[in-house]
């Protein structure tokens, strides 16, 4: 028997929508959220910010790291530097990518802690 998940009667608890309407984001800053979670949709973007959770790194260590080449690497780090979840300090030649804040490396146990539930 399929189970039902709509409900059997059309009423509008008006109490709770307007308790949630006045708590709910802006649309505007909502769709923002949309469009940052989905940078985490790509696996090699995970890759990368999971390689970064351990070590500041260079183009050239993460792409031995993941067996990819500098170009493919080189792009998915300015996506997500665009995005500010990472970022860069030169030092002498060579450019270090770290996260960009505490915030990246929660964001990205707390998905896989729910994964690995």
Excluded: W
Aim: with cysteine; proline share 1%; hydrophobic share 45%.
């Amino acid at each position: 028997m399929k189970e039902e998940l709509e409900c059997e009667q059309t009423i509008i608890h008006e109490d709770v929508v307007e308790k949630v309407a006045t708590k709910m984001k802006p649309e505007e800053l909502l769709m923002d959220l949309a469009e940052f979670f989905k940078i985490f949709a790509d696996s090699t973007r995970i890759r990368i910010i999971n390689a970064l959770l351990y070590s500041d790194m260079c183009v050239c260590d993460i792409a031995y790291l993941l067996h990819m080449t500098h170009s493919a690497i080189s792009h998915q780090l300015k996506i997500l530097k665009q995005a500010k979840i990472v970022k860069y300090e030169k030092v002498g030649k060579v450019v270090y990518y770290s996260l960009d804040d505490e915030h990246i490396g929660k964001i990205f146990k707390v998905g896989l802690d729910h994964i690995e539930e």
